[in-house]
């Protein structure tokens, strides 16, 4: 299935390498003036970070895109991940890595390079 991000196609093989990290609960604990302990839980309705990548190659016109997209400082952009929608912002200060696989002097728009994107769940 297509995975897209704010209408920029990413390789189908990438990967969420974060979706099973991270808490579904926040806590906070204190104490009483008597001593006992008071704690609070409430389920976390946003903040859930979204790393995409897993060794995938996009071509460098994709990631010029991307760039671009993640340029709009607080925007938030649409993530269709096979089949789920998520709204999304780009994570702060380095919201995508991207190497060439093959170093090139005057580098063409279909050059390969291993695409890391870093999101969080708004």
Do not use: C, K
Request: charged share 20%; hydrophobic share 45%.
């Amino acid at each position: 299935m297509a995975v897209t991000l704010g209408g920029i196609a990413l390789p189908d093989d990438i990967v969420w390498l974060d979706e099973l990290a991270g808490p579904q609960v926040a806590q906070a604990r204190a104490r009483t003036l008597g001593g006992g302990q008071v704690i609070e839980e409430t389920a976390l309705l946003s903040g859930r970070p979204i790393t995409l990548g897993g060794g995938v190659w996009a071509a460098r016109s994709t990631v010029l895109a991307l760039r671009t997209l993640a340029a709009d400082a607080g925007e938030t952009h649409t993530l269709d991940l096979r089949g789920d929608t998520y709204t999304v912002a780009f994570v702060r200060p380095n919201p995508i890595e991207a190497t060439p696989v093959i170093r090139y002097a005057d580098p063409a728009a279909d050059d390969p390079h291993e695409l890391t994107v870093r999101l969080i769940e708004v």
